[in-house]
């Protein structure tokens, strides 16, 4: 039985809370069951940090044209007990309103809306930063750099918020009971996951 106590606290990774949101049965392979994911294998993944590597050599300053930032540090790994989160943020600006903002690059296509899978993740940075700074952050931003570089702007409010903890809490639950949940009911998800072959 997984024990959450001071020790051993249960700390979720904004990346899972995405894949949960994918299907929840990944939480449980991954862990209850402690099965590796073996993302490595996937090409969106590999391209994806291909491009993150790239990021940090090419054009640093191109992001000052686009959202008013005075100065960024770049791959802040951040923790909270509290909010039992964890994660590495690619960015944290610091804005001319004297607010913080994540910055969360994607390998994906730009659309106009933001799914919420990214709305969540950005929320869960957002609250982690505003933990770790002290400081008040109001929106965050997404770039996608699979056909270029366009963003999405994400405001941060208490009811984005607490549906990102409410997601949170049903994962922790997960982890503590050890119950296998409902797969996704959208099929085509299956496809290309890594339990397919052994999610009956």
Known sequence: MFIDDVKNPILI??????EYLYCPRFTFFLNV???PQ?????????????VHENRLKQNKDYLRKKIPMIKKDMDVYMSSENLHVRGIVDEVAYL??????PIDYKYSTYKKYVYKTHKIQTALYAML???TYKMEVKRGYIFY??????MNEVLIT???????????NEIINIIKEEK???KTKTKVRCFDCCYKNICV
Do not use: F, H, W
């Open 33 to 35: 069951l402690k099965i």
């Open 180 to 182: 296998i949940p409902n």
């Open 129 to 131: 930063i505003s933990e």
């Open 38 to 50: 073996y993302e490595d294998k996937r090409y969106k993944v590999q391209k994806g940090r291909i």
């Open 13 to 18: 990774t904004p990346s899972e809370v995405m």
């Open 158 to 168: 208490s009811s984005l918020c607490n549906e990102a903890m409410k997601i949170v």
């Open 145 to 150: 750099i699979r056909d270029g570089s366009k």
């Open 96 to 101: 001319q309103d004297e607010t913080l903002a």
